[in-house]
């Protein structure tokens, strides 16, 4: 079976989808759910955002320089596809979806509360790409939910059930396939295979 041949486009899926948090300059805070977001840079830690100009929550972003990323569970999937689909102009998105504000440490905005992390970010340049623009930010501080922190420490971010989104459609990660190098890792000698050879010989 071959393959069709598409016009360009997006097709870089599944993709993290995240509910973007800011305040203006009058003190109104807002909620975006963003699908073009992701790494940029590990040191500096930098990440990125891509949102159309013409959407209420870009120029508060423009004149405030900051904004939080917030990572989505399936218990806020109900609330991540409210927040992309009705506007700060018409509506109070933390009022109507329930959602608690927290004020970050850093950057003049609200975090959401319900949100496994919290990613602070301030605006280091706005690049005008075309029907999207990209803001590049530095990541100034990141809040991780105790109720994640497993005994020893580590954060567990599949306990609290990430969503991911592909081609209009919202997915739950349920199932573990591999830890980073799996491939090349080796595997581990069975134990006692050297002492029955040993015993065969005696």
């Known amino acids: 079976m071959g393959k069709q041949i598409w016009k360009p486009g997006n097709m870089v899926y599944p993709l993290p989808v995240v509910m973007v948090s800011m305040r203006d300059k009058e003190g109104n805070d807002n909620i975006i ?17 891509s949102v159309r100009p013409e959407r209420y929550s870009y120029h508060m972003i423009q004149e405030s320089g900051g904004f939080i990323i917030n990572l989505t569970t399936e218990h806020l999937a109900y609330a991540t596809d409210y927040c992309g689909v009705r506007s700060g102009r018409d509506v109070d998105k933390f009022k109507e979806m329930k959602l608690s504000k927290v004020q970050a440490s850093f950057i003049d905005a609200p975090l959401i509360g319900e949100s496994p992390v919290n990613i602070e970010c301030k605006v280091r340049t706005i690049e005008k790409l075309g029907s999207h623009h990209m ?13 994640y922190m497993n005994e020893t420490g580590r954060f567990q971010l599949e306990k609290a ?34 002492t029955n050879k040993n015993r065969k010989s005696l």
């Open 33 to 49: 759910t963003v699908a073009w977001t992701g790494t940029v840079c590990t040191n500096p830690p930098m990440v990125y955002i």
């Open 135 to 147: 803001f590049l930010a530095d990541v100034v501080s990141v809040h991780a939910d105790e109720a």
């Open 161 to 194: 059930d990430p969503i991911v989104y592909s081609h209009g459609t919202y997915y739950s990660l349920d199932k573990k396939i591999g830890t980073f190098g799996y491939s090349v890792k080796k595997k581990p000698k069975k134990k006692g295979k050297n």
